[in-house]
T-cell receptor
Framework: GAVVSQHPSWVICKSGTSVKIECRSLDFQATTMFWYRQFPKQSLMLMATSNEGSKATYEQGVEKDKFLINHASLTLSTLTVTSAHPEDSSFYIC??????????????FGPGTRLLVL | AQSVTQLGSHVSVSEGALVLLRCNYSSSVPPYLFWYVQYPNQGLQLLLKYTTGATLVKGINGFEAEFKKSETSFHLTKPSAHMSDAAEYFCAVSDPRGSGNTPLVFGKGTRLSVIA
């Protein structure tokens, strides 16, 4: 089946530093990837939609200068949290859609990245 | 706009009992429907989905769901709960008229506890 990986799975950083999270589709090509944020015991909140070779589309209220998204290839999207602060601590999850399967098909989710900013 | 309502943020069942997790949606057209499961500190795993065709959909781990257009529902069931079913379950919808950029709309999730 389709597999999406994320790296790292855990990251602890100091306030003010930047953190990069990678999302890879391992056995399929993903024209579109989505980035979500999840707070404890809550649902997923869509942050942005990432399209290969173009600028990401951010949801209202998400700072595009703080959460930099790059989707340089059909198998890799990155989320960089710039100048991280404790309130950015969260669980970040990406998902990818197999563009060959047609848009209505499943989104495959990565295992998530737990970010803790001290 | 589409929305998803999951009735009950927490459901507790005994091992071997029926599992019923409720999902109702709001959409101007019949949407595509999904159920995902999330184990602690992990991403989401697809349990099952409905796009077209047979309204009773069977998924992994013995789960199934039935799309009922008249009730705008897509409830998830499993005849006999197992301890390993304890997890968070999310119902999601997407607009069949959308494009590849159309994201899923998630419900708030239901935490399933299974009591021995």
């Amino acid at each position: 089946g389709a597999v999406v990986s994320q790296h790292p799975s855990w990251v602890i950083c100091k306030s003010g530093t930047s953190v990069k999270i990678e999302c890879r589709s391992l056995d399929f090509q993903a024209t579109t990837m989505f980035w979500y944020r999840q707070f404890p015991k809550q649902s997923l909140m869509l942050m942005a939609t990432s399209n290969e070779g173009s600028k990401a589309t951010y949801e209202q209220g998400v700072e595009k200068d703080k959460f930099l998204i790059n989707h340089a290839s059909l198998t890799l999207s990155t989320l960089t949290v710039t100048s991280a602060h404790p309130e950015d601590s969260s669980f970040y999850i990406c998902s990818a859609r197999d563009h060959l399967a047609g848009w209505g098909e499943t989104q495959y989710f990565g295992p998530g990245t737990r970010l803790l900013v001290l | 706009a589409q929305s998803v309502t999951q009735l009950g943020s927490h459901v507790s069942v005994s091992e071997g009992a029926l599992v019923l997790l409720r999902c109702n949606y709001s959409s101007s057209v019949p949407p595509y429907l999904f159920w995902y499961v999330q184990y602690p500190n992990q991403g989401l795993q697809l349990l099952l989905k409905y796009t077209t065709g047979a309204t009773l959909v069977k998924g992994i781990n013995g789960f199934e769901a039935e799309f009922k257009k008249s009730e705008t529902s897509f409830h998830l069931t499993k005849p006999s709960a197992h301890m390993s079913d304890a997890a968070e379950y999310f119902c999601a919808v997407s607009d069949p008229r959308g494009s590849g950029n159309t994201p899923l709309v998630f419900g708030k999730g239901t935490r399933l506890s299974v009591i021995a």
